[in-house]
T-cell receptor
Framework: QQQVKQSPQSLIVQKGGISIINCAYENTAFDYFPWYQQFPGKGPALLIAIRPDVSEKKEGRFTISFNKSAKQFSLHIMDSQPGDSATYFCAASKGTNKLIFGTGTLLAVQP | DGGITQSPKYLFRKEGQNVTLSCEQNLNHDAMYWYRQDPGQGLRLIYYSQIVNDFQKGDIAEGYSVSREKKESFPLTVTSAQKNPTAFYLC???????????????FGPGTRLTVL
């Protein structure tokens, strides 16, 4: 019930392509779904977040798609760049600020 | 320059020793958190504090202890009871305590602890 399942574990995309990372959850009480980006040896940084009252949120090249009925949400990175190469984590929480993290996706964007 | 600082960046410990990791924030955030990150795994919550002089266990609190005597400081002690302490430790903070909707957590740069 508390898990957030993230896939794929790793992803290789060509420069200019679309990167897609998926997450699924079980707890329907979750009401906050952030995505974090982490570079090697650094702390994660918030990339974009969504609440279940909307189905999509876009910020620049980054878009979250949210499917409440399927209990899934995904991150799309348009026009992927080598600088986007990092580990991406999805997470979910309900009110308590206790974030439940997915296991991460290592993205490599090839030039 | 506002943010979260963690020290040291790298820490080496001999088996059987306690070690304390520092976390300081000048963002005036109420809540602070400690996470552990292992290769290929997500972040797992060790302890969190929503207000000064109060803290709660997270999912993997065994072998760890914390204190919250000041709003800006939340040190983590890794005790000798922690069987597998080698990991990357991340401190985070958020603007207000629980009760409302979830607030953004901001992370520090982390401390990599290695047990020799």
């Amino acid at each position: 019930q508390q898990q957030v399942k993230q896939s794929p574990q790793s992803l290789i995309v060509q420069k200019g392509g679309i990167s897609i990372i998926n997450c699924a959850y079980e707890n329907t009480a979750f009401d906050y779904f952030p995505w974090y980006q982490q570079f090697p040896g650094k702390g994660p940084a918030l990339l974009i977040a969504i609440r279940p009252d909307v189905s999509e949120k876009k910020e620049g090249r980054f878009t979250i798609s949210f499917n409440k009925s399927a209990k899934q949400f995904s991150l799309h990175i348009m026009d992927s760049q080598p600088g986007d190469s990092a580990t991406y984590f999805c997470a979910a929480s309900k009110g308590t600020n206790k974030l439940i993290f997915g296991t991460g996706t290592l993205l490599a964007v090839q030039p | 320059d506002g943010g979260i600082t963690q020290s040291p960046k790298y820490l080496f410990r001999k088996e059987g020793q306690n070690v304390t990791l520092s976390c300081e924030q000048n963002l005036n955030h109420d809540a602070m958190y400690w996470y552990r990150q292992d290769p290929g795994q997500g972040l797992r919550l060790i302890y969190y504090s929503q207000i000064v002089n109060d803290f709660q266990k997270g999912d993997i609190a065994e072998g760890y202890s914390v204190s919250r005597e000041k709003k800006e400081s939340f040190p983590l002690t890794v005790t000798s009871a922690q069987k597998n302490p080698t990991a990357f430790y991340l401190c985070a903070s958020s603007i207000r305590a629980a009760g409302g909707s979830t607030d953004t957590q901001y992370f520090g740069p982390g401390t990599r602890l290695t047990v020799l």
